[in-house]
């Protein structure tokens, strides 16, 4: 059948009005003429294939990935950049207006980026065997079929070249994918230390992934210098997931050192990062320096504020706002991106900064009712320096008692500013009710999906929250994902 594209879905695929439905054409671009093959659908929407093109956008270009129509990591390689930029500032419009019921907010252009190739600092890459032939790609959208060889468009060269290394090691070494069940490499990269680290997931050990595991991996880094660490992580779901290893379980296993060091370093502004393998942090390292200067343009800080910084990561939103406030609070999940978090800070000397392990959902009630027990958790500043003393178990229980102490009395002394920086899902229902009752007089949202973002932003503003600034920020460039940092502030008492 033959449609007129007139519009984009959610995932940036184009979208044509027919006969009272909606069929979604991913490759297409708004203002085509297509020949479609229906390829199925329920409701009002049907899913179609691009057969060919009648009529060409202006802003069509050719892919630069070879995988590009086949890969499930880009959808919008097809559309020139500062069409994508339109692309994404129509999704995240429309997504605040009918799901967040947000009429009235005026959604600016989108801030694109420099650099909108071969950004991306980390990527988890699938690892399997195609016609007998060893591949490390990416799974095609909604299926277990990798599709390509590294990530030629998002990923850098030397990433690239150090997959296609590995491929080569891994044909000649099967017992990785036979014997240990090899099925997902995750790889790190430092643009500014010229680093590369490597996490191996597999789903069993065998007696070689000790001895003979080290010599793979030092023979890998005598080929390939940029590399300078590399784990493995055993995980028994990692044969069965799509997604990041041990993320069905809600909890990423344990990562063995096997050569080098599994941490690097990123630079960005005048801050230094340390970064573990799983630890989050942005994987585009010019979005992040304008993220940061967005961040701390919003919130308009005169050096006295104490600032709650949840879901933190490795710290790094907090750590950059710290000269501009009078502390930071941190609270992250995961427990090695809170070391890496008080070793930031410790890195670019900030002493107003503290991090705690936790969830969000379970400390943020404690803390606004200052029920904060001293020995409910540890803050990694009072942790490291006990560790580093080579303090025992009494000494590090009164080291986390003091910590709790003193964040308890930062929380007491009141949360001028909340930092919300949570995962694709958004923020649990009880962080914003605990907010909404807390009542802190500026909250600054971070988020990399427009759908759960307008859902959060409607409980906030109908718990007394008004928006006073939305940016939108193309963090990933090809794909049709976007940062959106949104500035709210307390309008009236819920």
């Known amino acids: 059948m033959i449609v007129q594209i007139d519009g984009y879905s959610h995932e940036g695929e184009g979208v044509a009005h027919q006969d009272g439905r909606a069929y979604f054409v991913p490759g297409a671009l708004k203002g085509e003429t297509a020949e479609v093959l229906e390829t199925g659908g329920k409701g009002g929407i049907t899913r179609c294939r691009l057969v060919r093109l009648i009529q060409t956008s202006a802003n069509r270009q050719t892919p630069v990935c ?35 019921g947000v009429q009235d907010a005026v959604v600016p252009p989108v801030i694109g980026m420099e650099r909108v190739w071969d950004y991306r600092g980390k990527a988890l890459f699938a690892v ?24 030629p468009g998002l990923m850098s060269e ?11 090691m891994l044909e000649k070494d099967k017992s ?7 099925r997902h490499i995750l790889l790190r990269e430092s643009f500014s230390a010229g ?13 070689g992934l000790g001895a003979a595991a080290r010599l793979f991996f030092a023979d890998l880094i005598s080929a390939e210098p940029i590399v300078a660490g590399a784990g493995v992580a055993i995980s028994a ?37 340390q970064i573990s393998p799983e630890s989050f942090f942005q994987v585009n390292t010019e979005g992040a320096r304008k993220l940061y200067a967005i961040a701390a343009d919003s919130l308009e800080l005169t050096g006295k504020e104490t600032i709650l910084d949840l879901y933190c990561g490795t710290g790094a939103v907090g750590l950059s706002l710290s000269p501009l406030a009078g502390r930071v609070v941190g609270i992250e999940s995961a427990a090695e991106a809170v070391k890496d978090a008080q070793t930031n800070a410790r890195l670019n000397n900030i002493r107003n900064a503290r991090f705690l392990t936790g969830r969000a959902e379970e400390w943020l009630p404690k803390l606004f009712e200052k029920k904060l027990s001293p020995d409910a958790g540890i803050d990694a500043s009072a942790a490291a320096d006990a560790e580093s003393a ?8 009164g080291a986390a008692a003091s910590a709790g102490a003193s964040i308890e009395a930062a929380i007491g002394a009141g949360i001028d500013a909340v930092i919300l920086d949570p995962p694709r899902k958004g923020c649990a229902p009880n962080v914003l009710s605990s907010l909404i009752q807390a009542a802190p007089p500026r909250i600054l949202y971070i988020s990399c999906e427009p759908s759960t973002l307008a859902r959060d932003l409607k409980i906030l503003r109908q718990g007394g929250y008004a928006i006073q600034k939305i940016q939108p920020l193309d963090m990933f460039p090809q794909t049709f994902h976007t940062e959106t940092i949104v500035g709210l502030c307390r309008s009236f008492n819920s």
Not at 195 to 207: M, N, T
């Open 158 to 168: 030397q990433a690239n070249r150090v997959l296609s290394r590995l491929t080569q």
């Open 390 to 397: 080579g303090a025992g178990t009494a000494a590090s229980a």
């Open 195 to 207: 680093q590369i680290i490597l996490v191996f997931f597999v789903s069993r050990a065998d007696k």
């Open 237 to 273: 779901d990692t044969a069965r997931s799509n997604g990041a290893p041990g993320a069905a379980r809600g909890k990423i296993p344990p990562i063995r050192a096997l050569a080098g060091a599994l941490t690097l370093q990123e630079h960005i502004g005048e801050h230094i990062f």
């Open 66 to 100: 070879p995988f590009f129509h086949d890969c499930g990591g880009c959808a919008l390689q097809h559309a020139v950049y500062p069409h994508q930029l339109e692309i994404k500032r129509d999704i995240l419009s429309r997504a605040l207006r009918v799901l967040g």
């Open 128 to 151: 399997g065997e195609a016609g007998g032939r060893v591949q490390i790609g990416f799974f095609g959208k909604g299926s277990r079929v990798i599709q390509g060889q590294g990530c």
């Open 176 to 182: 990785w994918l036979h014997s240990r069940g090899l």
